[in-house]
């Protein structure tokens, strides 16, 4: 038998939408509407949870920048 000690949960870097509405202070209403407007961030559907990859989130911050 193989040890994973050593190993992350699965799912520790991901966010479900009240962690992260609260990390980008908006509200959970608001990321559904960005879902149904395919304008948010990605996400992964898994067995009806929504969750949000962290680092594709920071990448879709990250390409919200307006240059001026």
Same mark, same amino acid.
């Given at each position: ?9 699965? *799912?520790?870097?991901? *966010? ?18 960005? #879902? #149904?407007?395919?304008? %948010?961030?990605?996400? *992964? #559907?898994?067995? %009806? #949870?929504? *969750? ?17």
């Amino acid at each position: 038998m193989t040890s994973h000690h050593n190993t992350p949960p699965l *799912l520790s870097d991901k *966010l479900t939408t009240e962690e992260l509405a609260i990390e980008l202070k908006r509200s959970e209403a608001t990321l559904l509407r960005w #879902r #149904r407007l395919r304008i %948010g961030p990605p996400y *992964l #559907r898994l067995q %009806g #949870r929504v *969750l949000y990859d962290r680092q594709k989130v920071q990448d879709w911050i990250e390409k919200q920048l307006v240059e001026v």
